[in-house]
């Protein structure tokens, strides 16, 4: 089942609102989650690397006023698109990154949140 | 700046036959090597996970690793209609990936013919 959830799964706001994107890691803690972006028909780009009590790393080209990333906890990051316009809609995924391996792999995706901004 | 190619098809298989997706990465100090696969509309979901040189198989997926070609591919044998799908090849410069996220390629779109 899901090790990461992600909240909401669909969104559509009003062009100059605020729009925030839960992702929780389900039953590991998570001392760093990544916040990707994928336009239609493009790969998933990195924004930023959340870790636990710190601030976020950007990317270059990544805006961190406009996208504001929170990690407060091990097991909740927060993806906070500011004043949103259209060209922000996006499929946005985060993933967490496990403290232990599990099955090899270390690393677990989010389902994803489509950002409609109109 | 990390670039991960892959050729975007799409790329159209019989069913029952071998599909065959390659991957080259430009950053030479990338460990991690990774095949998501993703259907439309849903976030990806990991294939396989290879961190040295040779192949690795799990199942009907084979992956393989050449570090000095900078090249990693994934084979699909006796594809099946439900593999249809964007496959992923990611990179990462740690262990695992772990550290610093991963660089993901555009994509390969495969379709399996019934």
Known sequence: GAVVSQHPSRVICKSGTSVKIECRSLDFQATTMFWYRQFPKQSLMLMATSNEGSKATYEQGVEKDKFLINHASLTLSTLTVTSAHPEDSSFYICSARALRNRSGNTIYFGEGSWLTVV | ?114
């Open chain 2, 1 to 114: 700046q990390k670039e991960v190619e892959q050729n975007s098809g799409p790329l159209s298989v019989p069913e029952g036959a071998i599909a065959s997706l390659n991957c080259t990465y430009s950053d030479r100090v990338s460990q991690s090597f990774f095949w998501y696969r993703q259907y439309s509309g849903k976030s990806p979901e990991l294939i396989m996970s290879i961190y040295s040189n040779g192949d690795k198989e799990d199942g009907r997926f084979t992956a393989q690793l050449n570090k000095a070609s900078q090249y990693v591919s994934l084979l699909i044998r006796d594809s099946q209609p439900s593999d249809s799908a964007t496959y992923l090849c990611a990179v990462a410069s740690s262990p695992g990936g772990g550290a610093d996220g991963l660089t993901f390629g555009k994509g390969t779109h495969l379709i399996i013919q019934p």
